[in-house]
């Protein structure tokens, strides 16, 4: 059976992005920010490009050390985020970030600057429009 296919861009759906942090920023104070606002993800950026991402597990693993105040976000980010350019088709994305059992990818603009987050999250509201028939332009 064929199916119809979608010419979607990633960025239809991703999220806007709330914060970020720098490589020297201290894990307690990422803690906080993931609690205060009710996030995930944070990436890590030099000169507005990601470096980096750290997430609610990342800090997780590491909370019950004696010293894990003393961490920085450059001690325990996962370097090299997977990051897409605008317009990435919102297939190809979710494709990848399920191979890699991944939970976000970071959407750059053409400079290379972070422009938005597209999570797991996100990608459960993508189809659930789909499935719902709200999304315009199949093939």
């Given at each position: ?21 720098k490589p ?35 800090i997780s ?79």
């Amino acid at each position: 059976m064929k199916h119809k296919t979608l010419d979607i861009p990633v960025d239809e759906f991703a999220s806007p992005i709330q914060l970020t942090a720098k490589p020297d920023s201290k894990v307690d104070y990422l803690r906080h920010l993931l609690n205060e606002k009710g996030v995930r993800h944070i990436p890590i950026v030099e000169n507005k490009k990601p470096i980096g991402i750290v997430t609610d597990r990342d800090i997780s693993l590491i909370s019950g050390l004696k010293f894990s105040h003393d961490f920085l976000a450059s001690d325990i980010m996962t370097e090299s985020p997977y990051t897409v350019p605008k317009g990435t088709p919102l297939e190809t994305v979710a494709f990848e970030m399920s191979t890699r059992k991944i939970g976000s990818a970071l959407i750059v603009n053409k400079k290379g600057e972070i422009d938005s987050i597209f999570t797991s999250v996100d990608g459960l509201n993508a189809l659930i429009e789909i499935i719902r028939g709200e999304i315009e332009n199949i093939k």
